[in-house]
């Protein structure tokens, strides 16, 4: 049920797009000045992502951590809940 497609897609594709974008529009320049310019926008990409991620988990109850969620998962897993914390 947990999607990893979009993860692994996205860990695949992402270096093959800089490589490729290094040989169309950056061909002159050596890879080490190239690699040393890519700082700024991967970590501009994983700021993003993180905001994102931050909107989705606090944008609705159902993505947050919380005992519902919890009773859920262990339900799904079919494990004995453990009410004592309850």
């Known amino acids: 049920e947990y999607p990893y ?3 692994c897609l996205f860990t695949i594709t992402t270096p093959m797009w800089l490589l490729l974008l290094k ?3 950056y061909q002159d320049l050596s890879t080490r ?3 040393s ?3 700024g926008p991967l970590f501009f ?6 905001v ?3 909107a989705w988990a606090f944008g609705s ?5 919380n005992s519902i969620t919890r009773l859920v998962d262990v ?3 079919g494990c004995t809940p453990d009410f004592s914390e309850y």
């Not at 990409?45 to 993180?50: Q, R």
């Not at 109850?61 to 951590?65: I, K, Q, R, S």
């Open 37 to 39: 310019w890519l700082s």
């Open 45 to 50: 990409l994983s700021v993003l992502t993180g």
């Open 75 to 77: 339900d799904m897993a």
């Open 5 to 7: 497609g979009p993860i």
């Open 61 to 65: 109850e159902g993505n947050n951590w």
């Open 23 to 25: 040989h169309v529009f």
């Open 52 to 54: 994102a991620w931050v």
């Open 33 to 35: 000045v190239y690699v």
